[in-house]
């Protein structure tokens, strides 16, 4: 089993900053490919951004050039420094681990961006 907990959501204004955290616990192994989704009232949760086991990252096309996925190693743990922000990007952002066939959701936290 592996445990993910989300933090670092909020309220922020257009063109605001914010930088969530999730950290794993429990059956984890190191540099496990893991990944940020979203999901927005009314649509389907959706891939934001993805880094490999060798640090190699992928973003959706709606974030590209103001998010930034990243890892600590060390504590288990992936960053997203979100830049730009848009009303658009308003939603629950989840973390994502998957291995050994299973995927793990964090409980998520909520993005607010105000216009």
């Known amino acids: 089993q592996v445990q993910l907990v989300e933090s670092g959501g909020g309220l922020v204004q257009a063109g605001g900053s914010l930088r969530l955290s999730c950290a794993a616990s429990g059956s984890t192994r190191r540099f496990n490919a893991m990944s940020w989704y979203r999901q927005a009232p009314g649509k389907q949760r959706e891939l934001v951004a993805s880094i490999g086991s060798s640090g190699g990252t992928n973003y959706a096309d709606s974030v590209k050039g103001r998010f930034t996925i990243s890892r600590d190693n060390g504590k288990d743990t992936i960053y997203l420094q979100m830049n730009g922000l848009k009303p658009e990007d308003t939603a629950v952002y989840y973390c994502?681990?998957?291995?050994?066939?299973?995927?793990?959701w964090g409980r998520g936290t909520q993005v607010t961006v105000s216009s």
């Open positions: 994502n681990y998957g291995a050994g066939g299973l995927d793990y």
